[in-house]
Structure formats: C-alpha cells, structure tokens
C-alpha cells in the first residue's frame, strides 16, 4: 500500500526564513512524488513534481529515495506562500491516483 | 470553461437524504476524479473515469455512493442515504489524459450532513 506522511499540521516561520515541509512516503515501487498548494479560499493547484527538477516560487523539492523522503524547501519565506501544502504521490507511469498526505499549514509571520 | 467547475458549492442535507454532486471538467480532458476530503485530512482517492469508462472505484467507501459520467464529459457523484460520517469536501479533479499530465481541480463541494 502507499502512504504518505507529514508530520508537521502547521509550521510557522518568520518571513525571510528558511523553509522545509517534510514529506515521507512508503511504496513498494517507483513512484512519482509530488507537491500540491492550496492558498486561502482557492482551489488545490499542482506546485511542483519530482520528475520536473524544477524550482516554483522559489520551492525545490529532492527526492531521497533513501530516505523514502521528498522535503519541500525554499531559502527566504515570504508572506504569500503561506497556504496548506499537501505531498502526494502516484505509482510511476501509472494514472494519476494519487495519494495525498494530510498536508501541512504553512504560516509566514511578517 | 475555464476550469474545472462543481456545484453546488454547499450541501446541507438531512441524515437519510439522497444527494448529487455535479463535475464539469476542462473540455477535452479524458480522465476525471473524485477526492473525498475530511476536515483536517488530505483528499483520499474515491474513483477514477477514463472518459465514459469507470476503471477504478476502489475508493468508493460504501455502495451508498455512486458515480458515472454516460458521455465522457461531465460527471455525477451521488450519496444515497447520506450519513453524519459522509460530510467532507468532495474534489473533482481532470486531466487531459491521466498518465503524467497534471490534474486540476476543482473548487469542491462542502457536504454537511445533519
């Protein structure tokens, strides 16, 4: 079974800080890890995919299959990117069903 | 349209009433999705359309629950005998094919059951 896990319901961090919302998953295969963004009275919105290698909004994530881990970083927080952020992930090559962690608030302090 | 659209926005229904929610995905997309989201929780998989076709309701939680989408377009999922535990967000979400395309939702509906 896939799972995915957040541990953290809400961080809080001053702006200009540095942020990561730990992700950690289980998946008996490869899987494609992923990082979705909800803000504040708008629909869920894909941020980033693994697969991508690509940086939004100043957000990276790296996948440590090691560590069974896919962290979502940015060095210097800023107001607007407080929002509920959710990991999810999907078998590789499959369709996307995804399996979403119980996401994590991001909450920037001017 | 220029998203995924659903309505209504907000349910309340009575303990034991049936309810329907409505889906219009973004025109052309294959597939469609349901998520159940919980207050507090992330969404949780309900059930899956490749066009008219049902390929996956493994999420279904109960038979009280119910979806199709007869033309490969929009998409209804209903609740027969809504119970206190069905109250949730329920996420449509499409995509133009399914396999490595990115899904967009929609705004969901709030379902409180009373």
Redesign the interface.
């Known amino acids: 079974a896939q799972r ?1 896990t957040q541990p953290e ?1 809400l961080l809080s961090v001053f702006k200009g800080a540095p942020v990561e919302l730990k992700c950690n998953y289980s998946y008996s295969g490869s899987p ?1 890890l992923f990082w979705y963004v909800q803000y504040s009275r708008q ?4 941020l980033l995919r693994h ?1 991508s290698r690509e940086s939004i909004k100043g957000f990276t994530a790296d996948l440590n299959k090691g560590e069974t881990s896919f962290h979502l970083k940015k060095p210097f927080a800023q107001e607007e990117d407080s929002a509920m952020y ?1 990991c ?1 992930l999907t078998p590789s ?11 994590t608030k991001l909450q920037v302090i001017p | 349209g220029a998203g995924v659209s659903q309505s209504p926005r907000y349910k309340v229904a009575k303990r034991g009433q049936d309810v329907a929610l409505r889906c219009d995905p973004i025109s052309g997309h294959v597939s469609l999705f349901w998520y159940q989201q919980a207050l507090g929780q992330g969404p949780e998989f309900l059930t899956y359309f490749q066009n008219e076709a049902q390929l996956d309701k493994s999420g279904l939680p109960s038979d009280r629950f119910f979806a199709e989408r007869p033309e490969g377009s929009v998409s209804t999922l209903k609740i027969q005998r809504t119970q206190q535990e069905d109250s949730a967000v329920y996420l449509c979400a499409s995509s133009l094919t399914g396999k490595n395309t990115e899904a967009f939702f929609g705004q969901g509906t709030r379902l409180t059951v009373v």
């Open positions: 995915v319901k494609e629909r869920l919105q894909l697969i959710y999810a090559g499959g369709y996307q069903k995804v399996t979403f962690g119980t996401g």
